[in-house]
């Protein structure tokens, strides 16, 4: 009775070990340099990511600027368009 209790415990610690993945973590840190290339691409992915990102927000931003000078509201339009006049210049526009 003690050995079947055994086996089957050691039967729900390798259902554990498969579920978690254990088997690719380890050979992962097995090959450190592939570790370390992944981990890279990654980062440069992330980054690019970002980069992307913000200037899509910023060009959304500043044609949202643009459309709210052009209805001419007496104080908002003013500082909007101070704020797109220094963007341009600042771009090169």
Request: aromatic share 8%; charged share 20%; proline share 2%.
């Amino acid at each position: 009775m003690d050995q079947e209790h055994l086996q089957e415990s050691a039967e729900r610690l390798v259902a554990k070990l498969e579920q978690v993945k254990i088997k690719e973590y380890v050979e992962m840190l097995e090959h450190p340099g592939r570790l370390i290339f992944l981990n890279f691409l990654l980062g440069i992915g992330r980054g690019v990511g970002a980069a992307l990102g913000f200037s899509f927000v910023s060009v959304l931003l500043i044609l949202i600027l643009k459309q709210l000078v052009v209805l001419n509201l007496p104080v908002i339009s003013d500082f909007i368009a101070k704020i797109v006049t220094l963007v341009n210049l600042r771009l090169g526009y």
